[in-house]
T-cell receptor
């Protein structure tokens, strides 16, 4: 059973388009994190959302935590080729410090 | 050196070989982790160390043997691996092993191929 489901798994878009990536669970999380992983590198944290309903913005990236703290979304406005990578959501369902990860969304932005 | 470093970056080994992966963190963190990243599967937590003590072994086969001699260094000793163990092995560190909200800093990984 996958605790964190990400969708879509793959996304290929043209530069300038908008997109949204979803991270869903039936479990409640005290916080969720979003990471981006580029080829040949490890994941890098983009944001941590901790409050139900919270919205955080990071330049062209907007992150939202669901009111019930079971889901999150990442919206990218006017995507650029530099946004290409694997986007991972992660959370600690048991509050023991052990993160579980979604299977990731591979984003390709074509120039 | 800054952040989290891993060596080697690539490793090809036969099923009868013994090799070790090395991880070093320069962030003054207290917790270190080994993860396995396989194609089309989520990142899998393997081991967690907090202040050099192993606090989690996520049902990992005994052919993987971790070692944490101090809070800055972490090793993963490999022996008699199987082809399905081929994957990207990622090391990470964080300030505290018991708080999942803390950011985890990842190394670049070791791409392991078992032949």
């Amino acid at each position: 059973t996958q605790l964190l489901e990400q969708s879509p798994q793959f996304l290929s878009i043209q530069e300038g388009e908008n997109l949204t990536v979803y991270c869903n669970s039936s479990s409640v999380f005290s916080s969720l994190q979003w990471y981006r992983q580029e080829p040949g590198e490890g994941p890098v944290l983009l944001v941590t959302v901790v409050t139900g309903g919270e919205v955080k913005k990071l330049k062209r990236l907007t992150f939202q935590f669901g009111d019930a703290r079971k889901d999150s979304s990442l919206h990218i406005t006017a995507a650029q080729p530099g946004d290409t990578g694997l986007y991972l959501c992660a959370g600690d369902p048991s509050n023991t410090g052990k993160l579980i990860f979604g299977q990731g969304t591979t984003l390709q932005v074509k120039p | 050196e800054t952040g989290v470093t891993q060596t080697p970056r690539h490793l090809v080994m036969g099923m009868t070989n013994k090799k070790s992966l090395k991880c070093e963190q320069h962030l003054g963190h207290n917790a270190m982790y080994w993860y396995k990243q396989s194609a089309k599967k989520p990142l899998e937590l393997m081991f967690v160390y907090s202040l050099e003590e192993r606090v989690e072994n996520n049902s990992v086969p005994s052919r993987f043997s971790p070692e944490c001699p101090n809070s800055s260094h972490l090793f993963l000793h490999l022996h008699t691996l199987q082809p399905e163990d081929s994957a990207l092995y990622l090391c990470a560190s964080s300030q505290d092993a018991h708080r999942g909200a803390y950011e985890q800093y990842f190394g670049p990984g070791t791409r392991l191929t078992v032949t």
